[in-house]
Each structure stands twice: as C-alpha cells, then as structure tokens.
C-alpha cells in the first residue's frame, strides 16, 4: 500500500502548497482566491456564492462555470480528484492537523500564552519567536482578493505585530537593549503609527546610554503624528519620554 504523501499548506506569506517533496504551482490568481478561502475555512463547506464574492467585486455572467473550471484545475494541479469535496452547493477542502502554517501559529501563541501565565519568560520568548517566524511576508501577500485581504489577512498581520511587541517586551525585561535597536529601528520604519515600537525604541536606546537618540525618537514620532494625523502620541509614549528627561527616572524606565 503506497503511503500518502505529506502535504503542507503556508498562507502567511506568499500562497505555498507542498506534496510530499513536489510544490505545487498554483499559478493562476482566481485559483490561488479559491485555494486560500478554503483553507482559512478548513473542514467547513464554503458556498458557490461565497467563493464567487471572493474571486471577484463584480461576478460576471459565467461565474458559477469558472469557479467550476478552477476547482477541476486545481484537483488536476494536485493530482487527488478528492483534494477538494463537493458537498451539495458546496466545497470543502480537507486539512489534516499540522497541515497548515496557520494550524503551527495557533499552537504558539497558545503555548507562549501558558508560558506567560507560569512565568516562565524564556519559553514564552522562544514559542513567539518561533510564531513570528512563520511569515514569510504578508499574509496572502500574492492572493488577489480585496475581500481576503482586508477581511481575513489584516488580523493575521496584526497578530504578528502583537506577537513582536510581546517578543520585544521580553528582551527588554531581560536587558538585551543593544540588540534589539535595530530591529526597532527597522520596525518603526515599517510601522510608523504602531506607538508601541516606538516606545521600546526610547527605552532600549536610553538604557544603552544613548538619551539624546531616545529624545530624538520621540520627537520624530511627536513631529510625524502632528503632521499625519494631527494628533499627541499616546499617554504611555509620553511617560517614558518624561522618564527620560528626569535626573531620577533610572528605575522607572527600567520598569518601563
């Protein structure tokens, strides 16, 4: 009896669909919309209408016959004619447990949650950088779906940003200042209303004794939410800055 194939499913990134040593090439956008809305509803039957919303803003005419076309194209890309099951008016892709990249997320941040709750920071550490690693870009970074993306994939990416800001956390309450400047330099770059970061940068680079760069952060993103947004960084932004400006603020900016 010749063994199944393991398959691998990743979606925080670009669309990946491995089987057994062979990727698949899931080359065509209509197909990479349906392959991905299966898969963040794995093991639920998705209707012919919602698969239709995704694929396109405006269905055309033939809409129920293309969707068919791309169901049939993706069974033959994989070689399985069960890859996808037609339940009635609908379709369902079987996931097996630890198929999916999203299946590995959800196991770190639970165990990282349980780390936390036991005080036990350098696995909580590890479980997040382990999480965070998992994107290989933006979630569904090439799926051409507005609907995926801004209903589905922007809570994925905010999962990421949450899981860095806790990772980040964790190294300055460990006092690994020096290293995480410039990966903070990097993410305030690419997130410049996360306040967040910026308010990690401030105390990694005034614990490392450099002041007049933490100052100088701050003001940079006083200067750039005045302007974009015309509005106050955030009260806690504000106390750490304050923190740093006080001859004694030595102790609060460590618990800061």
């Known amino acids: ?5 393991a398959r691998r499913f990743s979606l925080l ?19 990479k919309v349906v392959l991905a809305a299966l898969l963040l509803n ?10 239709i919303e995704y694929m396109w803003e405006k269905p055309p005419a033939s809409a129920r016959t293309l969707l068919h076309s791309v169901i049939l194209r993706l069974r033959r890309i994989t070689g399985d004619h069960q890859f996808i099951r037609t339940r009635g008016s609908n379709y369902v892709l079987r996931v097996e447990p630890g198929e999916l990249d999203l299946h590995d997320l959800s196991a770190l941040l639970e165990k990282a949650d349980s780390a936390r709750a036991h005080l036990d920071v350098t696995t909580e550490h590890d479980c997040l950088s382990r999480a965070v690693e998992l994107w290989r870009g933006p979630t569904l970074a090439d799926v051409p779906s507005p609907a995926l993306r801004l209903g589905i994939a922007t809570r994925f990416d905010e999962m990421k940003l949450q899981a860095l800001n806790r990772q980040i956390d964790l190294d300055l309450a460990l006092g690994r200042y020096a290293q995480v400047v410039s990966r903070l330099r990097e993410l305030t770059h690419e997130h410049p209303f996360n306040e967040h970061f910026w308010k990690q940068l401030m105390t ?14 701050y003001h940079e993103l006083r200067r750039m939410l005045d302007r974009e947004l015309g509005i106050e960084p955030d009260p806690d932004v504000k106390a750490v800055y304050q923190s740093i400006l006080r001859p004694d603020s030595d102790d609060d900016s460590r618990r800061r």
Not at 1 to 5: G, Q, R, Y
Not at 204 to 213: D, S, T
């Open 13 to 31: 990134g670009t669309l990946r669909l491995d089987i057994g040593t062979r990727t698949v090439a899931v080359t065509a956008g209509k197909m």
């Open 204 to 217: 990694a680079l005034y614990r490392c004794g450099r002041q007049a760069e933490a100052l100088s952060a």
């Open 42 to 51: 794995e093991n639920e039957p998705v209707t012919r209408d919602r698969l």
């Open 1 to 5: 009896m010749n063994a199944i194939p």
